[in-house]
């Protein structure tokens, strides 16, 4: 079920266009771009692909009813930026979380925001955003 969070969540935020506009995009070789949007930070050099949005590991447990199977599940996401202000990975967050919270569909019951934070990188000048979700999952029979 890992996979298929992390694909809603992939899907839920390269498809909003008021997300989009505050992330750099990435041009694939056949000429395709989408938003910066990743699974990993890039390891390189190029600035080009921030701000940038990382959907880290997920993290589930078992949370079974009596009627019902489902687990919850908490996610990482990484919001970078190289700017020596919050604003823009304030403004990403921002976004991400009216994307998610209180988010519900096909199995889905829920997710909540547990955590928001802004961080200051070792170099002075690039930021780095932590928002932990909450995820419940209940399987439909």
Same mark, same amino acid.
């Given at each position: 079920?890992?996979? %298929? ?5 992939? #899907? ?11 992330? %750099? ?6 000429? #395709? ?12 050099? #190029?600035? /080009?692909?921030?701000?940038? !949005? !990382?959907? #880290? %590991? ?18 990482? *996401? ?17 976004? *991400?979380?009216?994307?998610?919270? &209180? ?7 829920? *997710?909540?925001? =547990?955590?928001? =934070? ?7 000048? /690039? &930021?780095?955003? !932590?928002? &932990?979700? &909450?995820?419940?999952? =209940?399987?439909?029979?």
């Amino acid at each position: 079920m890992n996979i %298929a969070i992390q694909q809603l969540l992939y #899907d839920t935020l390269v498809q909003s266009g008021e997300l989009n506009q505050l992330l %750099a995009s990435f041009t694939y070789s056949n000429g #395709d771009a989408v938003p910066c949007v990743f699974n990993d930070l890039p390891q390189t050099d #190029d600035e /080009s692909v921030y701000p940038c !949005v !990382v959907i #880290d %590991a997920i993290t589930s447990n078992q949370n079974d009813t009596d009627t019902t199977n489902g687990f919850d599940a908490t996610v990482m *996401i990484h919001t970078w930026s190289i700017s020596p202000s919050n604003v823009i990975v304030s403004n990403i967050q921002d976004v *991400i979380y009216s994307l998610l919270h &209180r988010k519900k569909g096909g199995n889905i019951s829920g *997710i909540s925001c =547990e955590l928001s =934070e802004i961080l200051r990188d070792p170099d002075g000048i /690039s &930021r780095h955003g !932590v928002q &932990r979700f &909450r995820i419940f999952y =209940e399987k439909v029979n």
